[in-house]
């Protein structure tokens, strides 16, 4: 079985990042092995938060795998307790490079959606994040993230990609940013879940993916509810497992997104609160059944 090393928070309130990557990812038939970048009561998005900070105790972490031998397959690194932290990671990462060239290194750059940074964030966790992308073979950000990480202007791209009205103009759009974000990062690229309309007026996601080669492709799902806390966990986490699992990053991108479409649906049908993020645990089943 492959081992996926998941370097994320653990929250235990909302259902984000660990609390949602580790079941998803054993259901995916891959060994999760978390690494906690901080202990939190819940995700940032509640207004009374409890955290814990990990920094001081990763460096430990990651010796102690290390002088075990410890090998993995995949590392998924998301959300930073601290921007202290990257060093640690990227050491980690350049180890196991070391040991296993086959290792796959996703990054999710967790910082940002809807134009603003999260709370606690700031300008430094986008160079930390930078400093991570010279190592990913694929990166999953957002709209946000996308253009902060290249110092696009979001409402700018925003709007431009809102006015295109054939795919062409967007993949001009797309192929600028997407050339930023290759100079960021020798991998592939997926800008997730950027909200759109079709010609009927139906609302719809879009996540691009791009190539190392520059290739371009548009893989859509109708928009089934709002969006919510962790779904971006959730993607990263399906995407990794698939890719360790053999899967290419277009079925990948595809399963993951088909996924996150049907549990915020389940959410809503079931009035789930916003804010608890995706009710995914009764839906495992379709997960581990898909291919
Ligand atoms: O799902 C992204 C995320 C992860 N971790 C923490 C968060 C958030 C988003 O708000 O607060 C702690």
Known sequence: MKKLAVINDLSGIGRSSLSIQLPVVSALSVTCCPVPTAILSSHTAYKEVATVGFKDHLGDFFDAWRKNGFIFDGILIGYLGDTEEHPMISDFIKDQKARNPGVKVILDPVMADNGNLYRNMTEKHIEAMLSLAKYADLMTPNLTEAALLTDFDYEGIRKTLEDCRHDAAKGMVFNSLMSALHHI???????????????????????????????????????????????????????????????????????????????????????????????????????????
């Open 185 to 291: 990062t020798p991998g592939a690229v997926i800008v997730t879940g950027i909200e759109e309309e079709n010609e009927a007026g139906q609302k719809q996601l879009l996540n691009v993916l791009s190539e190392t080669d520059g290739d371009l492709r548009f893989i859509r799902n109708p928009r089934t509810g709002n969006g919510r806390p962790g779904t971006g966990d959730l993607f990263s986490a399906i995407i990794s497992a698939k890719l360790l699992n053999g899967t290419d990053h277009g079925k990948a991108c595809r399963s993951a997104a088909d996924f996150v479409g049907l549990a915020i649906k389940h959410s809503e049908e079931l009035n789930v609160p916003v804010i608890e993020g995706v009710q995914f645990e009764d839906l495992l089943r379709h997960l581990s059944d898909s291919d």
